[in-house]
T-cell receptor, first 113, second 113 residues
């Protein structure tokens, strides 16, 4: 069965510092991969997606992610974090179809000023 | 486009009562998903429709839960009778086709007392 692991439950970074959120997946075929962000009391907003092609994908708000098949990873990065990036981040894999998602448990990002 | 619209945003009900959650997908989207988010279980898929037809309801927890999609612009998730352990945030999402990304609504926070 498919699964998504986000090993970091909570991360704190200083504003302006770089960020990397880890995501590992388990799925037998080529996955569709996503990162979503959730602010308190809000729905999930799509940050970026990987379907095929270039393994480095760019998203909104200055985020990027790299698909590494050999490591079954899809880590999210941002070179300089802003206080408004504080939120919960979910990695997800689409199984069978791109939009039928299995989510990781999420990583809560705190940004200190 | 207004995005995926869910109503109500908040619902408080007494144990044993019937609860109906509503969703209007993005116009033109053919796939619709209901997810539930809890602290204990995270985000989990309940049911998935394609072209108004239920495709996968394996995530529906019990017979107390039912979902319908009478037309392309409306879906309901019903819980009857409701129990305190049903308290969660319920998200509706839609996608243009099965192999495209999903867009989420703001969610309905359900509290069963």
């Amino acid at each position: 069965a498919q699964s998504v692991t986000q090993p970091d439950i909570h991360i704190t970074v200083s504003e302006g510092a770089s960020l990397e959120l880890r995501c590992n997946y388990s799925y037998g075929a080529t996955p569709y991969l996503f990162w979503y962000v959730q602010s308190p009391g809000q729905g999930l907003q799509l940050l970026l997606k990987y379907f095929s092609g270039d393994t480095l994908v760019q998203g909104i708000k200055g985020f990027e992610a790299e698909f590494k098949r050999s490591q079954s990873s899809f880590n999210l990065r941002k070179p300089s974090v802003h206080w408004s990036d504080a939120a919960e981040y979910f990695c997800a894999v689409g199984t069978g179809t791109a939009s039928k998602l299995t989510f990781g448990t999420g990583t809560r990002l705190q940004v200190t000023l | 486009d207004a995005g995926v619209i869910q109503s109500p945003r908040h619902e408080v009900t007494e144990m044993g009562q019937e609860v109906t959650l509503r969703c209007k997908p993005i116009s033109g989207h053919n796939s619709l998903f209901w997810y539930r988010q809890t602290m204990m279980r995270g985000l989990e898929l309940l049911i998935y429709f394609n072209n108004n037809v239920p495709i996968d309801d394996s995530g529906m927890p019990e017979d107390r839960f039912s979902a319908k999609m009478p037309n392309a612009s409306f879906s309901t998730l019903k819980i009857q009778p409701s129990e305190p352990r049903d308290s969660a945030v319920y998200f509706c999402a839609s996608s243009l086709r099965a192999n495209t990304e999903a867009f989420f609504g703001q969610g309905t926070r359900l509290t069963v007392v």
